[in-house]
């Protein structure tokens, strides 16, 4: 069965019908609300179906689960969460990548541009900032992406206008968690 096939939390016909939770949880006791799955509550602490499952023996149909259930949440110790840009990337229309002059990506007139991250984004915001500021004050937004949740990629058609000179980077979210790349300096000079 997919793991968001999962039956919502029910009422108890009566409160002795609640399996009690395990008496030794190496983790946080959590309390069923309505409309809980077993699928919800594990995405909200960042574990799998399994983990809960694992360490909650009194759950033995994961259909079946009650309003005001407390079930143990694992901790799991989670691999490097942290969301990160991996390349920020210029390519003509046609995807190839655009040319390097004295450490300047020399930008064509339409131009996309292209940032992946090691897991998938929900927002991804596209800046300039022009060359003789150090603050990021006066730099615009260039163009935002809401790309698919299953990858890791987010990329922008920009108009590039004639004469432009900065630094481009990228902001990205999931969820709570935002990125910024570093910022890569580009010209268009016709």
């Not at 959590?30 to 594990?42: E, K, M, N, S």
């Not at 004050?137 to 935002?144: C, N, Q, S, T």
């Not at 990329?155 to 968690?177: F, K, N």
């Amino acid at each position: 069965m997919a793991d968001n096939k999962y039956t919502c939390a029910m009422i108890p016909a009566a409160r002795e019908h609640i399996p009690c939770p395990t008496r030794n949880c190496q983790g946080i006791l959590y309390t069923v609300q309505a409309w809980d799955t077993l699928y919800f509550i594990a995405r909200r602490f960042g574990v799998t179906v399994q983990q809960i499952r694992n360490v909650n023996p009194q759950i033995i149909n994961p259909n079946l689960i009650f309003i005001g259930q407390l079930v143990c949440i694992p901790t799991v110790p989670q691999p490097d969460a942290r969301l990160r840009v991996l390349s920020l990337g210029f390519l003509t229309e046609t995807g190839q990548q655009l040319p390097t002059v004295d450490g300047a990506v020399q930008l064509t007139a339409r131009v996309i541009v292209r940032a992946t991250f090691n897991r998938p984004v929900s927002r991804a915001f596209f800046f300039l900032e022009p060359t003789g500021t150090e603050t990021c004050e006066l730099a615009r937004l260039i163009g935002v992406d809401c790309p698919s949740a299953v990858t890791g990629v987010a990329e922008i058609l920009w108009q590039v206008p004639s004469g432009t000179l900065g630094r481009v980077y990228v902001v990205a979210c999931m969820d709570i968690i935002c990125t910024k790349s570093d910022e890569v300096l580009i010209i268009r000079n016709d």
